[in-house]
């Protein structure tokens, strides 16, 4: 064995530093409980000291947990999926991937913006979805004031940024970054978008209905200059 142990070494590059040995144990059929039988696994390794193979031991629950947590972050990643008390505005999350992807919504109100000649205005917005995967962020509009559902269908974000696909251009927006909760990452996001400057307020995927002048003087978001997006909550998670 310390034959080979040095051959790795010399060949990969590599210096051993345990080794590992799992079995798969057939357990004993108990006639008197009426269980299926299940396969036990136990693994055991032995610590390898300048290319000596030392006494082999029981590997300990803990042990096996900190092996898969390692290869976990080297193949995967970090995890970044936040986690916590759900909030209201929240419609979708799923941390399967170990990042967060999640989908929020806000009502129509009105809405503070920031421009890139330092203008603001305070302006109103229809009701908006927002759809975070892979940390990009795609935003779309719906009508009427109830809470979103999965067959809510949605329109184009009509708000400038916006590129195809209702992806969401953020430029040089910066925001504290801190995603250990629901709450946090939805804040993160808001605060991004919303107080990101825009080159122009009004985008390109509106209705010939609206224009600039019009919206100045609005009270609210007129749902006629919405485009549709030929999507709904639904198709727009299913992908």
């Not at 070494?9 to 040995?21: D, Q, V």
């Not at 421009?115 to 975070?132: I, Q, R």
Request: glycine content about 6%; some cysteine.
């Amino acid at each position: 064995m310390s034959l080979y142990l040095n051959m790795v070494s010399a060949e990969s590059g590599f210096h051993p530093n345990f080794i590992m040995i799992g079995y798969i144990c057939k357990p004993e059929k108990d006639e008197d409980l009426n269980t299926e039988d299940t396969d036990a696994h136990y693994i055991e390794i032995a610590p390898v000291i300048d290319n000596k193979l030392h006494a082999f031991q029981p590997l300990s629950k803990t042990g096996i947990i900190d092996i898969r947590n390692q290869f976990d972050v080297e193949i995967f990643g970090p995890d970044q999926s936040s986690n916590g008390w759900i909030t209201p505005e929240l419609l979708y999350v799923d941390n399967s991937n170990r990042k967060t992807t999640l989908l929020y919504y806000e009502m129509p109100g009105m809405q503070q913006f920031y421009t890139a000649d330092n203008k603001k205005y305070l302006l109103p917005k229809p009701g908006m979805v927002f759809y975070v995967k892979d940390d990009a962020l795609r935003i779309y509009a719906f009508t009427g004031k109830e809470i979103p559902t999965q067959s809510t269908k949605l329109y184009s974000c009509p708000f400038g940024n916006t590129m195809s696909a209702n992806r969401i251009c953020l430029g040089s927006a910066v925001s504290v970054r801190n995603k250990k909760t629901f709450a946090d990452t939805v804040s993160y996001w808001k605060d991004v978008y919303w107080n990101s400057k825009f080159g122009s307020i009004t985008g390109s995927y509106v209705s010939s209905k609206y224009s600039w002048p019009k919206y100045q003087k609005a009270k609210v978001f007129d749902d006629k200059w919405l485009v549709p997006a030929n999507l709904t909550i639904k198709s727009l998670i299913n992908g």
